[in-house]
């Protein structure tokens, strides 16, 4: 067997695109999780890229669109190597807007993504649309924006353990870690930070989803939604992944129940097209937060040799590119591009 040149634990999202960037070097990498990959948080339905509102610039925002700017093509190379589909596609994002004060606060982000996103994406305001799909909106206009993506969160986990075992990485279930060792155990690795340090470092989010199948309208290709907090996701096969809710307290993590019933009768509401729409399925998974709500990447302040990729909440899969090549640059070469804000010591 060959020598082990890096460790990752964990088989989420982080943990593979740092191991397959890594890999890309010429790093042999072994990823270590004892529920395999997308077993937790990464093993969703939803699948929302979404863009922070192009207003009061900062680092995180900055991060996240070049990350954002970069999934087509990682995705695409993704698939190629792994020869499996993660169902990335940049649809776009429709959004109502209540009133003449929303409208007008629309209209001054149009400006800042003008300035902002580089030339390769719009935030537009549109009038509202007619037929099955677009929600309505009370001001009759919309928020379209361009930068918008959706993939299957599932999918595409289990794409970058594939390509990973391309480039002839290793994915264990158990054993010890060898070498330098990146930490990217989700919840259970916040909850070891906090023991650690004694005080919180962050704290798990629950989450619930479902998944809806239209019985008389084609969503495949279709702009998100996004409503009064609710997303609205068109996947690739027809279903439409809708999400979700966050809860600070809960006794079963994995457990549906009455609130992810709220969220689907509030999405059939909201869009036409969802009145009838079949439930394919349930899910709830809880996911990491930082106690500064920013990525926690960088340098373990409790461990030698060793580094952490956590704290993904909600922004997982769109910053997943990018926080692969920062933590590669920063294991690998000691090459430290990685925001002042995601520190684990911010969170500390």
Same mark, same amino acid.
């Given at each position: 067997?060959?020598?082990?040149? *890096? ?17 890309r070097? +010429? ?5 270590i ?6 077993? +937790?948080a990464?093993? +969703? ?9 192009p ?8 991060? @996240? ?5 970069m ?12 020869? @499996?589909?993660?169902g ?12 003449a004060?929303?409208? %007008? ?48 969160? /599932?999918?595409a986990t289990?794409?970058?353990a ?22 990217a ?10 023991a ?6 962050g704290? +798990?989010?629950k989450? @619930?989803a479902? *998944? ?18 609710l ?9 439409v992944?809708?999400g979700s ?5 809960? %006794?079963?993590?994995a457990?549906?129940?009455g ?6 009768? /509030? ?21 990491? /937060?930082a106690r ?18 956590n ?25 430290? /591009?990685?925001?002042?804000g ?7």
């Amino acid at each position: 067997m060959a020598s082990v040149d *890096l460790t990752v634990m964990g088989a989420g999202v982080w943990g593979l695109s740092v191991a397959v960037a890594c890999a890309r070097r +010429g790093a042999h990498v072994r990823v270590i999780d004892p529920h395999g990959p997308a077993a +937790g948080a990464s093993g +969703g339905i939803v699948g929302a890229l979404a863009p922070h509102v192009p207003e009061q610039w900062n680092e995180k925002k900055a991060f @996240q669109l070049e990350a954002l700017l970069m999934a087509e093509a990682y995705w695409s190379d993704i698939a190629r190597l792994s020869g @499996q589909d993660p169902g990335y596609a940049r649809t776009g994002r429709l959004q109502p807007l209540a009133d003449a004060g929303a409208v %007008e606060r629309a209209y001054a982000r149009a400006q800042g993504a003008a300035d902002l996103w580089q030339g390769r994406a719009d935030w537009q305001v549109i009038d509202t649309q007619s037929g099955g799909w677009a929600p309505a909106s009370p001001s009759g206009k919309l928020v379209h924006d361009t930068l918008t993506a959706r993939l299957h969160p /599932r999918r595409a986990t289990l794409a970058l353990a594939r390509a990973l075992e391309t480039l002839g990485g290793e994915i264990a279930q158990d054993g010890l870690p060898k070498g330098p060792v990146v930490w990217a155990t989700g919840v259970a690795g916040l909850e070891e930070i906090s023991a650690m340090a004694g005080k919180t470092a962050g704290t +798990g989010v629950k989450g @619930q989803a479902a *998944l809806l199948r239209p019985r008389n309208f084609d969503t495949a290709g279709s702009p998100q939604l996004f409503a009064e907090g609710l997303h609205a996701v068109p996947h690739a096969d027809g279903t439409v992944g809708i999400g979700s809710t966050s809860e600070r307290d809960y %006794e079963d993590g994995a457990a549906t129940d009455g609130q992810l019933d709220v969220l689907i009768a /509030r999405a059939r509401a909201l869009c036409p097209a969802l009145e009838d729409a079949e439930l394919v399925a349930r899910w709830a998974g809880v996911r990491p /937060r930082a106690r500064s709500r920013a990525p926690m990447l960088g340098a373990h302040p409790f461990r030698d040799n060793a580094w952490i990729a956590n704290g993904g909440f909600k922004i997982a899969f769109g910053l997943a590119p990018l926080v692969g090549e920062v933590m590669a640059d920063l294991v690998l070469e000691a090459r430290d /591009r990685i925001p002042a804000g995601f520190r684990p010591e911010v969170s500390l």
